[in-house]
């Protein structure tokens, strides 16, 4: 426990120590990425189901934010009321993970990354051929978050405060779940979707039930996402930005929560700093070496490195004590 | 409160009729009657390939029937699936331990246990004092393993994984638990734990044990099946089918060969 008031007090100082690029491009938007990757991490790591639709279910709750409230496109924009909006884009998040969920559950492995890949590219294009609801090519720009007073919800402090309280209730949520009925339940189906069955669960159902769970986490995300970049467009739901979602969390690690968190921190600080490492032209092959080394040193990702170096300094530190062959010493070791 | 209840039309838990079941060409089950009393402790014996499991997973649901009707507790459960036959009380273990390798032994049998009782999608997080979990622990404790109740599933020997299993099937009041051999790749020690705890079961808990371990069979049923190419060869009391010449034939002879 003392480690996460630690860090939460860390986080919390964040922004008094940082400039606003670093607040704003940096921190919040790392920890919003880190959410929508933590969806994943629920699906993949508890669920053992790897979907690359969770940025199209983010993707969703944003365009739902655009068209459902105002944007300045003079597409759609029907105005209702900010809390209106946010509901409902998560709600419909959620119903769309659901659907998501009920065609991809019957399917394992590599068959359930085709099938959401293939919702993923579906979404993009649909979004990028409709004009009379998403405006295309260009899509819905102009979408402010609600403003309270003099508080304005896009100024770099406030939308960091807003990214950490998202970030922090849903890893505590999924922190918590893992030793829930339902959790417990989850990993079971992970570990042996048949002997589940036979013991009385409904294991497509929980499934679906999983999927949509991680809808409300995608989609939360995506409503302050789309906050964050004020529009949204096919653009931000493409087939890269979904797989640099995987990226995210397998960099990290999928075992536990925090590593979610860990990925999009490590992404978003290459994304902005890997140009100026190297000439504009070989950045990305920056970000691709590192990643291939991270994922090759620790298939666990850096949960997993953290891991390993925790051993270590384990395994070495009682060797200094072993000269004196104290007794009690050698006894507390065991 | 002096209500006389009518005499049970059915005495039996089980009642397999004409039950067959055929893999393309390959008839693994043919056509087999066979009737189980309620507490009745049942060996099924028989060489690899006598259709020994498979007639467990017809039982069970897990494979359907090609032909035959099934009756659990005198209800037709023919068509019925595997999770509603466990709700109704019939439990299986599996001949390769069938556990979730990265939760803990508690986790396990907890999870066995919620299965039967329901709310199944509770969000909530267990408690150590919640109904369920102590009827998990004690499960545990009737296979020994209260030692290793926190321990990852994944860690456990091949042995305590075997028990865990058998914990596994007694969660929620079983009537009928079905040992697809329990004692495979048990050591000697091993064994004779399983037999004492197998004979140790509360007595209303009835079960079918498939074992290749004649001693083990013997010692724990109070009636023998033997079974051969998808039919019971033979019926009979331990003692009968111990000294029964056609069947120690195929035992001794072609059966291992």
Same mark, same amino acid.
């Given at each position: 426990?003392?480690?996460?008031?630690?860090?939460?007090?860390?986080?919390?100082?964040?922004?008094?120590?940082?400039?606003?690029?670093?607040?704003?491009?940096?921190?919040?938007?790392?920890?919003?990425?880190?959410?929508?990757?933590?969806?994943?991490?629920?699906?993949?790591?508890?669920?053992?189901?790897?979907?690359?639709?969770?940025?199209?279910?983010?993707?969703? +709750?944003?365009?739902?934010?655009?068209?459902?409230?105002?944007?300045?496109?003079?597409?759609?924009?029907?105005?209702?009321?900010?809390?209106?909006?946010?509901?409902?884009?998560?709600?419909?998040?959620?119903?769309?993970?659901?659907?998501?969920?009920?065609?991809?559950?019957?399917?394992?492995?590599?068959?359930?990354?085709?099938?959401?890949?293939?919702?993923?590219?579906?979404?993009?294009?649909?979004? !990028?051929?409709?004009?009379?609801?998403?405006?295309?090519?260009?899509?819905?720009?102009?979408?402010?978050?609600?403003?309270?007073?003099?508080?304005?919800?896009?100024?770099?402090?406030?939308?960091?405060?807003?990214?950490?309280?998202?970030?922090?209730?849903?890893?505590?949520?999924?922190?918590?779940?893992?030793?829930?009925?339902?959790?417990?339940?989850?990993?079971?189906?992970?570990?042996?979707?048949?002997?589940?069955?036979?013991?009385?669960?409904?294991?497509?159902?929980? !499934?679906?039930? +999983?999927?949509?769970?991680?809808?409300?986490?995608?989609?939360?995300?995506?409503?302050?996402?789309?906050?964050?970049?004020? !529009?949204?467009?096919?653009?931000?739901?493409?087939?890269?930005?979904?797989?640099?979602?995987?990226?995210?969390?397998?960099?990290?690690?999928?075992?536990?929560?925090?590593?979610?968190?860990?990925?999009?921190?490590?992404?978003?600080?290459?994304?902005?700093?890997?140009?100026?490492?190297?000439?504009?032209?070989?950045?990305?092959?920056?970000?691709?070496?590192?990643?291939?080394?991270?994922?090759?040193?620790?298939?666990?990702?850096?949960?997993?490195?953290?891991?390993?170096?925790?051993?270590?300094?384990?395994?070495?530190?009682?060797?200094?004590?072993?000269?004196?062959?104290?007794?009690?010493?050698?006894?507390?070791?065991? | 409160?002096?209500?006389?209840?009518?005499?049970?039309?059915?005495?039996?838990?089980?009642?397999?009729?004409?039950?067959?079941?055929?893999?393309?060409?390959?008839?693994?089950?043919?056509?087999?009657?066979?009737?189980?009393?309620?507490?009745?402790?049942?060996?099924?014996?028989?060489?690899?390939?006598?259709?020994?499991?498979?007639?467990?997973?017809?039982?069970?649901?897990?494979?359907?029937?090609?032909?035959?009707?099934?009756?659990?507790?005198?209800?037709?459960?023919?068509?019925?699936?595997?999770?509603?036959?466990?709700?109704?009380?019939?439990?299986?273990?599996?001949?390769?331990?069938?556990?979730?390798?990265?939760?803990?032994?508690?986790?396990?049998?907890?999870?066995?246990?919620?299965?039967?009782?329901?709310?199944?999608?509770?969000?909530?997080?267990?408690?150590?004092?919640?109904?369920?979990?102590?009827?998990?622990?004690?499960?545990?404790?009737?296979? @020994?393993?209260?030692?290793?109740?926190?321990?990852?599933?994944?860690?456990?020997?091949?042995?305590?994984?075997?028990?865990?299993?058998?914990?596994?099937?007694?969660?929620?009041?079983?009537?009928?638990?079905?040992?697809?051999?329990?004692?495979?790749?048990?050591?000697?020690?091993?064994?004779?734990?399983?037999?004492?705890?197998?004979?140790?079961?509360?007595?209303?808990?009835?079960?079918?044990?498939?074992? @290749?371990?004649?001693?083990?069979?013997?010692?724990?049923?109070?009636?023998?099946?033997?079974?051969?190419?998808?039919?019971?060869?033979?019926?009979?009391?331990?003692?009968?089918?111990?000294?029964?010449?056609?069947?120690?034939?195929?035992?001794?002879?072609?059966? @291992?060969?």
């Amino acid at each position: 426990m003392g480690k996460y008031i630690v860090l939460a007090a860390l986080l919390l100082a964040y922004p008094t120590f940082v400039g606003d690029f670093f607040t704003f491009q940096i921190g919040a938007y790392a920890l919003l990425l880190g959410t929508v990757a933590l969806s994943l991490q629920v699906l993949g790591g508890y669920g053992g189901m790897v979907s690359l639709s969770q940025l199209t279910v983010a993707g969703i +709750a944003g365009y739902t934010v655009a068209i459902l409230g105002d944007n300045t496109t003079n597409v759609m924009g029907l105005g209702w009321p900010w809390w209106c909006v946010v509901t409902a884009a998560i709600a419909i998040a959620a119903i769309a993970a659901s659907l998501i969920g009920a065609i991809s559950v019957r399917t394992e492995g590599i068959y359930t990354i085709m099938i959401t890949l293939a919702i993923a590219v579906s979404f993009f294009y649909f979004v !990028r051929q409709n004009y009379p609801v998403f405006n295309g090519f260009t899509g819905l720009a102009g979408v402010e978050p609600p403003r309270f007073g003099a508080l304005y919800l896009r100024d770099p402090a406030p939308f960091y405060y807003l990214s950490l309280a998202i970030a922090a209730v849903f890893f505590w949520a999924v922190r918590y779940e893992r030793h829930a009925t339902f959790g417990l339940a989850l990993q079971a189906i992970r570990d042996n979707p048949r002997r589940m069955a036979a013991l009385g669960y409904n294991v497509p159902l929980h !499934r679906v039930a +999983a999927h949509a769970l991680a809808g409300v986490i995608a989609g939360t995300a995506g409503v302050a996402l789309v906050w964050f970049n004020g !529009r949204i467009s096919p653009g931000t739901v493409g087939v890269d930005v979904a797989i640099d979602i995987l990226i995210i969390a397998v960099i990290g690690g999928m075992r536990h929560p925090i590593g979610p968190f860990i990925g999009a921190l490590v992404f978003v600080l290459l994304e902005n700093f890997a140009i100026d490492l190297i000439d504009r032209e070989r950045f990305n092959t920056v970000i691709g070496l590192c990643f291939l080394a991270i994922v090759f040193l620790s298939p666990d990702g850096l949960l997993g490195l953290f891991d390993k170096a925790r051993q270590a300094v384990r395994a070495d530190t009682p060797k200094p004590q072993e000269p004196r062959k104290h007794p009690d010493k050698l006894h507390h070791n065991r | 409160m002096n209500q006389v209840l009518p005499p049970n039309p059915n005495p039996n838990i089980l009642d397999l009729s004409g039950v067959g079941r055929q893999f393309g060409a390959l008839v693994a089950v043919a056509g087999i009657d066979l009737h189980i009393k309620r507490q009745e402790r049942r060996a099924m014996l028989g060489s690899n390939g006598a259709g020994k499991t498979t007639l467990f997973n017809l039982m069970t649901g897990d494979i359907p029937v090609s032909q035959g009707t099934i009756h659990f507790k005198g209800a037709d459960v023919t068509v019925l699936k595997p999770q509603d036959r466990v709700r109704r009380g019939l439990r299986r273990t599996y001949q390769i331990s069938q556990l979730f390798g990265l939760l803990s032994v508690r986790e396990n049998v907890y999870l066995a246990a919620r299965g039967i009782a329901g709310n199944r999608f509770s969000l909530i997080r267990t408690q150590a004092k919640d109904a369920l979990m102590q009827e998990a622990e004690n499960c545990i404790s009737a296979v @020994h393993l209260d030692d290793a109740i926190e321990t990852e599933v994944g860690n456990l020997s091949h042995g305590q994984q075997r028990q865990l299993e058998i914990a596994m099937a007694l969660v929620g009041k079983p009537e009928l638990i079905l040992f697809d051999e329990p004692a495979a790749g048990l050591s000697p020690t091993e064994r004779r734990d399983l037999v004492r705890l197998l004979k140790g079961l509360p007595q209303e808990i009835g079960f079918i044990i498939i074992e @290749h371990d004649m001693d083990v069979a013997l010692q724990v049923a109070d009636l023998v099946s033997v079974m051969h190419d998808g039919r019971i060869f033979k019926e009979g009391t331990p003692d009968e089918i111990e000294n029964d010449d056609a069947v120690q034939a195929l035992y001794l002879g072609d059966g @291992h060969g």
